[in-house]
């Protein structure tokens, strides 16, 4: 067989199939097998991941924190916070109690004073009573026996702090004086007291009646 035959004779099939399949696996490495695990790894799914699953710290509506920053169930602070109000009532309906209890014990310790007081007066004036008793049973004038009587009963009420207001002569005082006229005298200056119409007292230094007086006042 000559040169030229052998050139234009159609060669194997097995060498005319060789390239072909070499540069097929090429592309196939070049693009990457389904089941390479390197095409799956060069996925970002991060933020995916991130979204779907909460951290640890994430607030699910059930707890809170108390002051020392430890995380305590919502139901329990709850708890917690009604027993604390039950105790405030508690201690508000016991100081109200007290309270009360002090507030009688005081109105019965006045009444019982006063009850005193008055039995103290009493028995201090029942010598006055028969003074009075013993004048009007004797004959002829009395007038001796009341004023006797008279001036016994005002140190029975001397010792218990009466006193009497002075007026006559005086100028006039608004605190302790009541004007029920007024005089012209040219005798006397402006608001001095002419007279006196009924006496008033002090108790203890306070006045319990005014005395009703006769103001002089310049023509």
Same mark, same amino acid.
């Given at each position: 067989?000559?040169?030229?035959?052998? =050139?234009?004779?159609?060669?194997? @099939? *097995?060498?005319?199939? $060789?390239?072909?399949?070499? &540069?097929s696996?090429? !592309?196939?490495?070049?693009?990457?097998?389904?089941?390479?695990?390197?095409?799956?790894?060069?996925?970002?799914?991060?933020?995916?991941s991130?979204?779907e699953?909460?951290?640890?710290?994430a607030?699910?509506g059930?707890?809170?924190?108390?002051?020392?920053?430890?995380?305590?169930?919502?139901?329990?602070?709850?708890?917690?916070?009604?027993?604390?109000?039950?105790?405030?009532?508690?201690?508000?309906?016991?100081?109200?109690?007290?309270?009360?209890?002090?507030?009688?014990?005081?109105? =019965?310790?006045?009444?019982?004073? @006063? *009850?005193?007081?008055? $039995?103290?007066?009493?028995? &201090?004036?029942?010598? !006055?009573?028969?003074?009075?008793?013993?004048?009007?049973?004797?004959?002829?004038?009395?007038?001796?026996?009341?004023?006797?009587?008279?001036?016994?009963?005002?140190?029975?009420l001397?010792?218990?702090?009466?006193?009497?207001?002075?007026?006559d002569?005086?100028?006039?005082?608004?605190?302790?004086?009541?004007?029920?006229m007024?005089?012209?005298?040219?005798?006397?200056e402006?608001?001095?007291?002419?007279?006196?119409?009924?006496?008033?007292?002090?108790?203890?230094?306070?006045?319990i =009646?005014?005395?009703?007086?006769?103001?002089?006042?310049?023509?």
């Amino acid at each position: 067989m000559s040169s030229e035959e052998r =050139r234009h004779e159609p060669e194997p @099939r *097995e060498h005319r199939e $060789e390239g072909p399949e070499v &540069e097929s696996e090429t !592309v196939e490495e070049a693009q990457g097998s389904p089941e390479d695990p390197g095409s799956v790894d060069d996925v970002d799914v991060s933020g995916d991941s991130a979204a779907e699953e909460p951290g640890p710290e994430a607030d699910t509506g059930d707890e809170t924190a108390d002051e020392a920053g430890n995380t305590v169930p919502v139901a329990e602070e709850l708890e917690a916070v009604r027993r604390e109000r039950d105790e405030y009532l508690e201690a508000l309906r016991r100081l109200k109690a007290e309270f009360e209890n002090a507030r009688k014990r005081q109105e =019965r310790e006045l009444a019982r004073v @006063r *009850e005193m007081a008055s $039995e103290k007066l009493v028995t &201090e004036l029942l010598p !006055v009573l028969d003074n009075l008793d013993r004048a009007l049973e004797s004959e002829g004038d009395i007038r001796e026996g009341v004023q006797a009587t008279r001036e016994h009963f005002a140190r029975v009420l001397g010792d218990e702090g009466l006193a009497p207001v002075a007026s006559d002569g005086q100028h006039f005082d608004p605190s302790v004086h009541e004007a029920v006229m007024s005089q012209p005298s040219e005798e006397h200056e402006e608001g001095v007291i002419l007279q006196t119409f009924e006496r008033g007292y002090l108790l203890n230094g306070k006045p319990i =009646r005014p005395a009703k007086v006769v103001v002089a006042h310049q023509v």
